[in-house]
């Protein structure tokens, strides 16, 4: 299949394997007088599986007035016990023209009339086919006539 550049130091690295499927290999070698010896024994290569998503969680104020904005924060949690911070790479929405996200999870509230209740959602697309939705179902948008009842150190 090739010549080895250090026989004393063999070595071939082999270009191209699946990402997602397991490789078989033997190898045979020649002498100085062209005899093949037999097969190798078999080794393996498994591709690394990345740890499943198993959720994404959204952080942020469950209060915002009215012609202002709030940022909020998404997390991707993995089977291995690890979260990443996807804010970035999220897709943000709500069920409201009154909150409007943009594309940093940050949300600008319009003016209500009255306090108005929002549903907010965070999307996360690990591979081509798993999506993650989180809802936020609790958030309010206050007129400025109803801030005082906000707690200000939320």
Known sequence: LAELADSENPEFTIQGLSDTETSFFVATAYDTEGYESGYSDEVSYRPPTAPALTGISIYGDDQVIENR???YTATAEFSDGSS????????WSSNSEYAMF????SLAASEVSIDVTVTIQASYTVSRHRIFRLIFPSL???TTANTASMNPWK
Request: net charge neutral.
């Open 69 to 71: 904005s709030a940022d």
């Open 84 to 91: 990443q911070t996807v804010t970035g790479s999220a897709g």
């Open 102 to 105: 943009n594309s940093n999870g």
């Open 140 to 142: 309010y948008i206050r």
